[in-house]
């Protein structure tokens, strides 16, 4: 329900163009009308203090579960109103850090309580399919963090339980789908900019351990699922299927088939898990998608690439660049548009946010006005597009009274689908397909084996 709905082709793209400034300008303004629209609000932001909150509920306070909150109190949207852990001390410490919000050693009693509208899921994966799935029986919206499952089963379930009730909304934390620099290039990639798509890159490097101490070995068992090969995901699923999915995102594909290979090169602590893997996607068109992953070196960084027969393309955080080929045609805005060099390249800066025209409208001034976490792009969508769905729920009550699921679920898709007025954040669908094509990756890796994905793996 909540997935943008945007869509171009590279004919309208290059028609409406022109050639002209003006048609760049106008579509660098598109995704960012909200965070302009009151003088001295916060420019990070896209909603504004008048937004009617949604009160929100966690499930779980490890490290994950406290960098939520530390997002949700800077959106007030999203008042943090319940905690829930059933570990002792991460309850105790949520109470020290959040004194005004309720506090719970399990999630049925969180659910319980009616002050609660939506639930952030921060468990390990393989705890979500019960947590979520009696959450959205309960009425609650659900933000529950990708990868939605430890199995394709729980993902399946979880997926058909969002559609079973449309009443609530319910957003799988695939974050880049909402981030604004990446929502900003999705027209510019739709549209064929980079000509015929050849090739992607991406990779993530940081050196750390993943590993979790704790003076109760049951407790230290259990905080380190990651390292736990009946339970992990691996580097692919935690990592590497955001990278993943915003690439077949951005180029409406997806892969038919993953081979990959890992090793434990850094932490040779007995682990199972690779903490270095290398990934290859297939897919029907000859593109195809690479991705490096470890966890022994930060050199480099996380950033996606995106090579096509005209340009390629750089997201790096906040920030993007473009890389024109010498034959590529010359649609006309980039002329004008900052170049920063980079890579040993003039790119053009492709920045959300940024102020389209300087003093005598001849130069695009480009630095990105939305400085904040992924994550916090994510949670702020997802306050906001649960009241939209609430809203648009009471009005069709109010008008039409009781209808079956499917009946609201149509209303629902025209009504907030047509008008655009959802943020961009991902769906229940695009979760469930994420988890898949994360879960075959690492079969792949694990196995050392090509592994296809059909298109019935990908439907719900």
């Given at each position: 329900?909540?997935?943008?709905?945007?869509?171009?082709?590279?004919?309208?793209?290059?028609?409406?163009?022109?050639?002209?400034?003006?048609a760049m300008a106008a579509m660098m303004q598109a995704l960012e009308t909200r965070?302009?629209?009151?003088?001295?609000?916060?420019?990070?932001?896209?909603?504004?203090?008048?937004?009617?909150?949604?009160?929100?509920?966690?499930?779980?306070?490890?490290?994950?579960?406290?960098?939520?909150?530390?997002?949700?109190?800077?959106?007030?949207?999203?008042?943090?109103?319940?905690?829930?852990?059933?570990?002792?001390?991460?309850?105790?410490?949520?109470?020290?850090?959040?004194?005004?919000?309720?506090?719970?050693?399990?999630?049925?009693?969180?659910?319980?309580?009616?002050?609660?509208?939506?639930?952030?899921?921060?468990?390990?994966?393989?705890?979500?399919?019960?947590?979520?799935?009696?959450?959205?029986?309960?009425?609650?919206?659900?933000?529950?963090?990708?990868?939605?499952?430890?199995?394709?089963?729980?993902?399946?379930?979880?997926?058909?339980?969002?559609?079973?009730?449309?009443?609530?909304?319910?957003?799988?934390?695939?974050?880049?789908?909402?981030?604004?620099?990446?929502?900003?290039?999705?027209?510019?990639?739709?549209?064929?900019?980079?000509?015929?798509?050849?090739?992607?890159?991406?990779?993530?490097?940081?050196?750390?351990?993943?590993?979790?101490?704790?003076?109760?070995?049951?407790?230290?068992?259990?905080?380190?699922?990651?390292?736990?090969?009946?339970?992990?995901?691996?580097?692919?699923?935690?990592?590497?299927?955001?990278?993943?999915?915003?690439?077949?995102?951005?180029?409406?594909?997806?892969?038919?088939?993953?081979?990959?290979?890992?090793?434990?090169?850094?932490?040779?602590?007995?682990?199972?898990?690779?903490?270095?893997?290398?990934?290859?996607?297939?897919?029907?068109?000859?593109?195809?998608?690479?991705?490096?992953?470890?966890?022994?070196?930060?050199?480099?960084?996380?950033?996606?690439?995106?090579?096509?027969?005209?340009?390629?393309?750089?997201?790096?955080?906040?920030?993007?660049?473009?890389?024109?080929?010498?034959?590529?045609?010359?649609?006309?805005?980039?002329?004008?548009?900052?170049?920063?060099?980079?890579?040993?390249?003039?790119?053009?800066?492709?920045a959300a946010g940024a102020t389209t025209l300087g003093k005598g409208g001849k130069?695009?001034?480009?630095?990105?006005?939305?400085?904040?976490?992924?994550?916090?792009?994510?949670?702020?969508?997802?306050?906001?597009?649960?009241?939209?769905?609430?809203?648009?729920?009471?009005?069709?009550?109010?008008?039409?009274?009781?209808?079956?699921?499917?009946?609201?679920?149509?209303?629902?898709?025209?009504?907030?689908?047509?008008?655009?007025?959802?943020?961009?954040?991902?769906?229940?669908?695009?979760?469930?397909?994420?988890?898949?094509?994360?879960?075959?990756?690492?079969?792949?890796?694990?196995?050392?084996?090509?592994?296809?994905?059909?298109?019935?793996?990908?439907?719900?």
């Amino acid at each position: 329900m909540s997935e943008n709905k945007q869509d171009f082709n590279r004919r309208d793209f290059i028609s409406s163009a022109g050639g002209s400034l003006a048609a760049m300008a106008a579509m660098m303004q598109a995704l960012e009308t909200r965070a302009q629209e009151s003088e001295g609000k916060d420019a990070s932001r896209r909603t504004d203090d008048s937004t009617p909150p949604i009160k929100i509920g966690l499930v779980g306070y490890g490290p994950h579960g406290r960098e939520i909150a530390r997002n949700l109190a800077q959106l007030p949207s999203a008042p943090l109103v319940a905690v829930a852990d059933h570990y002792g001390a991460m309850q105790r410490r949520a109470k020290r850090e959040h004194p005004k919000a309720a506090s719970f050693d399990n999630f049925q009693d969180l659910l319980k309580d009616e002050n609660v509208e939506g639930v952030v899921i921060a468990t390990a994966p393989h705890d979500h399919k019960e947590i979520a799935v009696a959450a959205l029986k309960a009425g609650k919206h659900v933000y529950c963090e990708a990868p939605l499952g430890g199995t394709v089963e729980d993902a399946r379930a979880i997926a058909k339980a969002a559609a079973a009730n449309p009443k609530v909304n319910f957003q799988p934390g695939l974050q880049y789908r909402s981030e604004p620099q990446r929502q900003f290039m999705f027209p510019f990639m739709r549209a064929g900019a980079i000509g015929k798509a050849v090739h992607a890159r991406t990779q993530w490097h940081k050196k750390t351990s993943w590993r979790f101490v704790s003076p109760n070995a049951e407790r230290e068992k259990l905080i380190n699922w990651r390292l736990n090969p009946e339970l992990s995901p691996g580097l692919v699923g935690e990592i590497g299927m955001h990278q993943a999915d915003i690439v077949n995102h951005f180029l409406k594909l997806q892969p038919v088939a993953v081979s990959g290979f890992g090793n434990t090169v850094q932490w040779r602590d007995g682990r199972k898990v690779p903490d270095t893997v290398n990934i290859v996607y297939e897919y029907a068109n000859d593109f195809s998608l690479t991705q490096e992953l470890t966890l022994a070196n930060s050199f480099d960084g996380e950033y996606e690439v995106m090579h096509g027969t005209n340009s390629a393309v750089m997201l790096r955080g906040a920030q993007a660049w473009m890389y024109k080929e010498a034959d590529a045609p010359l649609i006309g805005w980039e002329v004008y548009a900052r170049k920063m060099p980079h890579y040993g390249s003039p790119g053009v800066v492709l920045a959300a946010g940024a102020t389209t025209l300087g003093k005598g409208g001849k130069k695009l001034y480009q630095e990105s006005t939305f400085t904040q976490s992924p994550l916090f792009y994510s949670l702020e969508a997802f306050a906001y597009n649960s009241h939209q769905v609430r809203s648009a729920v009471e009005d069709f009550l109010n008008t039409f009274g009781e209808a079956d699921a499917e009946t609201l679920a149509d209303y629902l898709a025209d009504q907030l689908g047509s008008t655009n007025s959802l943020l961009p954040a991902a769906d229940a669908t695009a979760g469930y397909q994420a988890n898949v094509i994360a879960l075959k990756a690492n079969e792949a890796v694990m196995t050392g084996k090509r592994v296809e994905i059909k298109p019935e793996d990908l439907t719900v």
